[in-house]
Structure formats: C-alpha cells, structure tokens
T-cell receptor, first 113, second 108 residues
Framework: NAGVTQTPKFRILKIGQSMTLQCAQDMNHNYMYWYRQDPGMGLKLIYYSVGAGITDKGEVPNGYNVSRSTTEDFPLRLELAAPSQTSVYFC????FGAGGGYTFGSGTRLTVV | GIQVEQSPPDLILQEGANSTLRCNFSDSVNNLQWFHQNPWGQLINLFYIPSGTKQNGRLSATTVATERYSLLYISSSQTTDSGVYFCVGIQGAQKLVFGQGTRLTINP
C-alpha cells in the first residue's frame, strides 16, 4: 500500500516554463487536495476535488490548474511559472466522512528561477 | 472566513520536559486535527479531535468546541518530537485550513 505518491520530489523551472506535478493515491479515497507550503509558513489550499470529474478552487488557485479524470490521480499544472510559485507542494487525500483519514504525500520542492 | 491561530510560535525544551500547545479557531471550523511535520518535511496525522479528549502514548489532545480552542500535550519529550505542530481546521467539504504552526525543538 503506497498511500499518496508525488512526483517529482525536486524540480527547478525557469520563469515562463510549464510543468505538471503528479499525485496518485491507491486508497480509493474520494477527496484529494493540493497545498503549497512557503518557508516558515503553514499550508495553503490550492485546489481540491471531491471525486472524479469534480474540482474546486481553494485559497490560492491563481497560476494553477487541476484535473481529476480518475479516482486515483490528481495532477497539478503550473502554466507560465513565476518566482512566486517557488514552494513545497503537498498532495493529500481523504475519505469523506472518515474524519481524520487524511494522508499526505512526501512533497515536491519546486524552485522557479 | 475560517481562522486558526496557534501559540506559542516557537518552543525550545530539554528532553524529558512536558509541553502544551494551544490552538484557537473560529466559529466556521466544524472539525479539528493536529499534525506533526517532522524535520524531513513529512506530515503525520496525530489526532482528529472535534471535541473531547484523546490520548496516544505520550501525546494527548483536548478540544473544547464551545470555547473554540484545542490543546496538544506532549509528555516526557524526546528529540524525535522535534518539528512543527500544526492545528488544522476543517470546513465544509473536507477543506483543511492550517494554522501557522508551533516549532518545537527538543534538545538532548
């Protein structure tokens, strides 16, 4: 049981480049989330999904896009990367109604130069 | 909107000491969790505690929902307890809102 798997673990982008952060879970969780964590700060919600085909914005969605074509996968797309997007990105999943069944991936450290 | 405030922001203790971390949260929080982010960046779920008291080994947590606060107790601290402790409010459709965290350093 792998839990939540994020790839890549590290990435350096140049300003204006695009990339996709991958997230996959094998626990059949219906809820999935993307967060970013800036240095010394807590996590902020970028996007979340309550099931395949359904996504919604969080606190800081600008500059990002997501899709949820399957229960297992929830990729995060960065278009036209900017230095302000330098952060650590965490994907998480949970079971609706389970309360406390949140599982986080190990994170992707992204630097935009 | 949802607000989650933690105190203290930093705490430095000697191994073996006890500590209490506090979280105040706004009316719009329906549920509450405590997480530990270890020095390697991993986020570990400690307690899901919308109300009442729970214990897990040396850690325990109490939430008084009517007064909008939660406390995390760590007894007989060990160096492996070091890291950042986050109080997280849960609103509506399972959205988590993180507090700013308490950075705990346990010295040997």
């Amino acid at each position: 049981n792998a839990g939540v798997t994020q790839t890549p673990k590290f990435r350096i982008l140049k300003i204006g480049q695009s990339m996709t952060l991958q997230c996959a879970q094998d626990m059949n969780h219906n809820y999935m989330y993307w967060y970013r964590q800036d240095p010394g700060m807590g996590l902020k919600l970028i996007y979340y999904s309550v099931g395949a085909g359904i996504t919604d914005k969080g606190e800081v969605p600008n500059g990002y896009n997501v899709s949820r074509s399957t229960t297992e996968d929830f990729p995060l797309r960065l278009e036209l990367a900017a230095p302000s997007q330098t952060s650590v990105y965490f994907c998480a999943s949970s079971y609706f109604g389970a309360g406390g069944g949140y599982t986080f991936g190990s994170g992707t450290r992204l630097t935009v130069v | 909107g949802i607000q989650v405030e933690q105190s203290p922001p930093d705490l430095i203790l000697q191994e073996g000491a006890n500590s209490t971390l506090r979280c105040n949260f706004s009316d719009s929080v329906n549920n509450l969790q405590w997480f530990h982010q270890n020095p390697w960046g991993q986020l570990i779920n400690l307690f899901y505690i919308p109300s009442g008291t729970k214990q897990n080994g040396r850690l325990s947590a109490t939430t008084v929902a009517t007064e909008r606060y939660s406390l995390l107790y760590i007894s007989s601290s060990q160096t492996t307890d070091s890291g950042v402790y986050f109080c997280v409010g849960i609103q509506g459709a399972q959205k988590l809102v993180f507090g700013q965290g308490t950075r705990l350093t346990i010295n040997p």
